[in-house]
Each structure stands twice: as C-alpha cells, then as structure tokens.
C-alpha cells in the first residue's frame, strides 16, 4: 500500500510493522503549524487502520523535536486551537504504542505532543518545557491533563508557573521521560525499543495499552472488570495457540543455546 505524500510529515518503514513518523519543517524548527497539525492528523488517521502496524516512532529532522505551537502563523483560523487538541487526543488514542523519540529542543506544544506519546526517550542534550506562560498563554492542548499524572501536581505547578526547560536526566527522575539517551544513539535506541514491543502479539499490546489507559479513569472494581473484558476478548483462541506456540519454538531456541 503506498503512503500519501505529507508537506511537513515523511513516514519511514523500518519494518512492515513499525512506522516512524518524522517531523519535517525544520526551517520553522518543526513548530506546529496548520499544514503540520493537517499532516500529522491525516498520517494518525490513515495508520490507525493500518492492521501491521504494532508500535510507531515520533520524531523529527533537525535539530529540533518541535518548537511548539507557530507564533509566526499570524493567520490560523478560527479552529486552530481545537485542531491542536485534536491532534494530541488522536496521537494519545492511537491503538497502537507511540514512542517520541525527542531528537532536539522540545517547547510548548513540542512537549504537549511528545506527552500524548505513551513512551517518551529523550536527547542528553536537550530539554522538555511549557514556556506558554511567558506569553501570557497556558499549554491549553492537553498539557495540564496529561502532565500531571506523570510528574505529580508540585512538579507540574513548577514546570509551568517557572516555565524553566527541564533537562533530560531531571526529566527521566520526575518521571517526564522513561530514557535519556546519548544523542547519536537516540534513533539507534528508539528502533530496538520499537522491536522489542514489535516482536510480541500485536492483539496484546494493543490490548495493554487500552487496559492501562483506561484504568486511569476507573475505580479498582471498575478497572478490574474492564481488564478482564478486553483480556477475555482481545484474541481468537487460535490466535492465542499460534502465540504460544511461537514461545515455546523461541524457548526451546534458548534452551538449545544455553546447554552449548
């Protein structure tokens, strides 16, 4: 199947079952323009029905992640902001893992994005921040809601009434990011990442997102009679059987290797 051609967005293919996603503006340092929200909405529509894919790469050229919203676009239209939302939930919602794979400076909506991610490795080089607040403006796309779970409503309160950058190694304590990663290493690590989730079965991840996720939302009891709904009902027993055959095959593969 051949992908549409984006203005501000390539999509790569490492494996059939693994897209990444490439911000490509690097004139505007990747800022989230119109033609960028469009681009990365139609990409997130288009592989949501994407059956192979497993898991997806955010990142961008450059060396910028994403400078944040385009104070230079002085004719957004009226639905700009709403757009901006939309784009956050519709990357959070994707059925499929997201990695953001944050290559350079991340500002403002660049965090916001990164943040709808569900994995998040970042440059030892860079910074996460919410400057919105210098401009008399708030991260009003989704950064309040998605921010605090993570870091806690002290933190949260901090890194946006500050509006100070946080860098990577503070950003993987406070829990902002799950890796910091040298910066020539950064793709080399978000791929094998990706492969990893990528090797097990795609019903199964895709089910632990959505448990996860929505469990957030729910009570205990709540939680657990959903978790056993979607376990339950996330695979045919065939697909079930060809999974377990396949780790016993790798299993004894192992097996083999240990006794040499």
């Known amino acids: 199947m051949t992908d549409p051609t984006f203005e501000t967005l390539r999509l790569d293919w490492p494996s059939d079952a693994i897209v990444r996603l490439v911000l490509d503006r690097q004139d505007s340092g990747n800022a989230l ?21 497993k898991v997806a790469i955010l990142t961008a050229e450059g060396k910028f992640f994403c400078a944040g919203a385009d104070l230079k676009e002085t004719d957004k239209p009226p639905h700009w902001l709403w757009s901006l939302r939309d784009l956050m939930d519709e990357i959070e919602g994707l059925p499929f893992p997201v990695i953001a794979a944050i290559n350079g400076i991340c500002r403002g909506g660049g965090t916001e994005l990164a943040l709808a991610a569900d994995l998040r490795l970042i440059a030892t080089s860079t910074a996460m921040g919410l400057p919105e607040i210098r401009f008399g403006a708030l991260p009003a796309a989704g950064g309040f809601n998605r921010l605090v ?11 946006i009434m500050t509006a100070e950058p946080v860098p990577a190694t503070e950003a993987v304590r406070i829990g902002l990011a799950e890796e910091a990663v040298a910066d020539a290493d950064l793709q080399t690590r978000a791929l094998a990442l990706a492969e990893q989730i990528a090797g097990h079965a795609g019903y199964a991840t895709r089910a632990a997102k959505l448990i ?45 290797l240990f006794k040499r």
């Open 33 to 53: 323009g119109t033609q960028l929200i469009e681009d990365l909405r139609a990409a997130a529509a288009m592989l949501r029905f994407r059956s192979q894919v």
């Open 149 to 159: 779970p993570l870091v806690g409503p002290a933190r949260a309160k901090q890194m």
């Open 212 to 256: 996860i996720d929505r469990s957030m939302q729910l009570s205990v009891s709540d939680g657990l009679a959903w978790e056993y709904q979607v376990v339950d009902t996330m695979a045919t027993p065939e697909e079930r059987t060809e999974e377990v055959q396949k780790a016993m095959a790798a299993s004894a593969t192992y097996a083999k």
